[in-house]
């Protein structure tokens, strides 16, 4: 079993940029720097995907601030929803009580 590595954005940022340098490319430069082609096309995908956003580091999100707000928004509703529900069954409980 091989332990898997981690490495820093500013390594991956790095790797991708020598990747697409003409003269070195993406299989060069994953074989001199000691990492698979899979690790660098990934790597790759995200950066083009997720821009600056990509590579946050151990505890941060990978989320867009408007994506962090819907999803902070989602789970106030969560919360929400869950008190109406525990106030509906205790209204009906008292209801039941005092007839």
């Known amino acids: 079993?091989?332990?898997?590595?981690?490495?820093?954005?500013?390594?991956k940022r790095q790797v991708i940029e020598l990747a697409a340098r003409e003269d070195v490319g993406p299989s060069r430069a994953a074989r001199d720097l000691g990492i698979s082609l899979l690790a660098l096309s990934r790597w790759r995908k995200q950066a083009e995907k997720q821009g600056s956003h990509a590579f946050p580091g151990q505890g941060r999100s990978t989320l867009t601030p408007?994506?962090?707000?819907?999803?902070?928004?989602?789970?106030?509703?969560?919360?929400?929803?869950?008190e109406r529900e525990m106030l509906k069954k205790a209204a009906a409980f008292f209801a039941k009580e005092n007839h």
């Open 1 to 11: 079993m091989t332990i898997r590595k981690n490495y820093t954005a500013e390594f």
């Open 66 to 82: 408007q994506e962090q707000e819907i999803q902070r928004l989602r789970k106030e509703v969560e919360i929400l929803r869950q």
